[in-house]
């Protein structure tokens, strides 16, 4: 690669492209009818989500705590549409896989499709070392319900190179290290 290639900044499709493994299955973005756009951008990669779901509840009025999160406040769903409660959310997982490069990090912002219905995306930063399917938080902020379609576009991942830090997220052994897919809150007891 060029100096070019590795140079600090963000990346385009073809670095993105360029990174094989970083995102799996990789898909190049095109048009496709009546579908919530997907796949490689100019500058991110559009995620999709996945067909499983843990909707929130407070039918068991129960507290939230992210220490302790009560499983039971989640209704799991599997399907091609999740409606997702008014002033409520869902936790899902994406489709993708990715195994972040040490010089790499990936921040997540929502898909405009969404925003402009007042559905709210968030995952927190793809570190460096990390690798996993994300855990995404898809908050419904409408007094109505929210459809959401699975195996479509659900938000972009910007990628940003930079120097090689002293750790990775593998190096210090992160607590979401390899997750398998739809993760709760973990809290090292240590």
């Known amino acids: 690669m060029s100096d070019t290639e590795n140079s600090p900044g963000i990346l385009a499709d073809w670095q993105i492209e ?4 970083m995102v799996a299955p990789f898909v190049r973005g095109a048009k496709r009818p009546g579908v919530i756009s997907y796949g490689c951008s100019h500058y991110g ?18 507290v939230v705590d992210p220490k302790s999160i009560d499983p039971n406040s989640f209704v799991d769903f599997e399907g091609d549409v ?20 040490h010089d790499v990090v990936g921040v997540c912002v929502g898909k405009s499709t969404y925003a402009r219905c007042g559905i709210i995306v968030n995952v927190t930063p793809l570190e460096p070392g990390w690798e996993g399917i994300l855990t ?12 959401v379609y699975a195996n479509e576009g659900i938000a972009q991942i910007l990628f940003f190179r930079g120097l090689i830090p002293n750790s990775t997220y593998a190096s210090k052994n992160g607590k979401y290290q390899e997750q398998k897919g739809l993760t709760l809150p973990l809290v090292d007891r240590g």
């Open 45 to 62: 990669y559009d995620i999709r989500v996945a067909s499983k779901f843990k909707i929130f509840t407070n039918a068991r009025c129960a």
């Open 18 to 21: 360029a990174c094989k493994g």
């Open 82 to 101: 999740c409606l997702i409660p008014p002033n409520s959310y869902a936790l899902c997982e994406s489709v993708e896989r990715f195994s972040m490069p």
């Open 136 to 147: 995404i938080e898809i908050s419904n902020a409408t007094p109505l319900p929210a459809k």
